[in-house]
């Protein structure tokens, strides 16, 4: 079975499904931009090829320079209204998107286990 992958991929919620995503994104040559809150974590996604986008929320303005009918869009955060609001003209722009969220493992637990 082939994949045909977009020539960007911007991953929202840059976790274990995201970083599982954009391994397979890189290993086929697409760009692969991210998300993430914390500068730390700067390092390591670059050191796997990924373009980092530190800032302490994700609006449309962050996501917004990235996005065109050429980029696959991965968000995996949890749902939490504001956000999604602010997203969806962006997907809607997009060649494709995808929102994955694992909160029904966690219920109210809002990502904490």
């Known amino acids: 079975m082939s994949t045909t992958w977009p020539g960007r991929l911007v991953v929202v919620g840059f976790g274990l499904v995201g970083r599982a995503v954009a391994r397979r ?11 993430t ?5 700067r390092a390591s996604l670059e ?13 449309a303005e962050v996501i917004a320079p990235w996005v065109d009918e ?11 209204g504001p ?4 997203l969806a003209p962006l997907a809607a722009r997009c060649g494709a998107s995808v929102y994955i969220s694992s909160t029904g493992v966690y219920g109210d637990a809002r990502g904490v286990v």
């Open 25 to 35: 994104a890189r290993a086929a040559g697409v760009e692969v931009v991210a998300t």
């Open 37 to 41: 809150r914390r500068e730390e974590r």
């Open 47 to 59: 050191a796997e090829g990924v373009h980092v986008v530190v800032a302490p929320r994700v609006t």
């Open 70 to 80: 050429g980029t696959a869009l991965l968000a995996t955060f949890p749902p939490d």
């Open 83 to 86: 956000t999604d609001a602010a």
